[in-house]
T-cell receptor, first 114, second 117 residues
Framework: GNSVTQMEGPVTLSEEAFLTINCTYTATGYPSLFWYVQYPGEGLQLLLKATKADDKGSNKGFEATYRKETTSFHLEKGSVQVSDSAVYFCALIAPAGGYNKLIFGAGTRLAVHP | DTAVSQTPKYLVTQMGNDKSIKCEQNLGHDTMYWYKQDSKKFLKIMFSYNNKELIINETVPNRFSPKSPDKAHLNLHINSLELGDSAVYFC????????????????FGPGTRLTVL
């Protein structure tokens, strides 16, 4: 079956620190991979995505590279800000006859302190 | 200009009541979803409709009944509410296939926080 495993949080960092949130997946077929972000009290926003091996998704200083050989899609940012404090979800969609389900990881809470 | 909207944003009700949550998307998408987010932030799909047809129905109690009057709307009706139904419910929409035949991005509404007392 399809599943996503993320590192457990919370991750607590000081402003300007380097961020990595690990994400690995198991999928039948050839999935598309996503990172969504949920700021406090808000809905989910797409942060970035990658649809094939070696693609790099990037947005707002965040990056993640689709690594088929290690089945990973780790999220990185070189210098975090307090405003990046949120819950980050790794997710995949594996094509299945057009009936696509987003499978989410458990989410990783990031807290950035000044 | 809201892409995916949900009403209400907050819903507080007593056990045993029946309530509905509404969702509308103006993105022209053909597929809509309901997700449930529990108190630990875990997200799980409940239902999906494609062009008003139910295509995904996860193991959800039959007290939950989705209805899609047209492809821009997907409502969720919940009968006989229970304490365990307290959660945040998210609506999402997408096109079944995006570029190069790949699954497309799902866009989420702001969520409806349901509290059952």
């Amino acid at each position: 079956g399809n599943s996503v495993t993320q590192m457990e949080g919370p991750v607590t960092l000081s402003e300007e620190a380097f961020l990595t949130i690990n994400c690995t997946y198991t999928a039948t077929g050839y999935p598309s991979l996503f990172w969504y972000v949920q700021y406090p009290g808000e809905g989910l926003q797409l942060l970035l995505k990658a649809t094939k091996a070696d693609d790099k998704g990037s947005n707002k200083g965040f990056e993640a590279t689709y690594r088929k050989e290690t089945t990973s899609f780790h999220l990185e940012k070189g210098s975090v800000q307090v405003s990046d404090s949120a819950v980050y979800f790794c997710a995949l969609i594996a094509p299945a006859g057009g009936y696509n389900k987003l499978i989410f990881g458990a989410g990783t809470r990031l807290a950035v302190h000044p | 200009d809201t892409a995916v909207s949900q009403t209400p944003k907050y819903l507080v009700t007593q056990m045993g009541n029946d309530k509905s949550i509404k969702c509308e998307q103006n993105l022209g998408h053909d597929t809509m979803y309901w997700y449930k987010q529990d108190s630990k932030k875990f997200l799980k799909i409940m239902f999906s409709y494609n062009n008003k047809e139910l295509i995904i129905n996860e193991t959800v109690p039959n007290r939950f009944s989705p209805k899609s009057p047209d492809k821009a709307h997907l409502n969720l009706h919940i009968n006989s509410l229970e304490l365990g139904d307290s959660a945040v419910y998210f609506c999402a929409s997408t096109n079944t296939l995006g570029g190069a035949g790949r699954p497309d991005t799902q866009y989420f509404g702001p969520g409806t926080r349901l509290t059952v007392l």
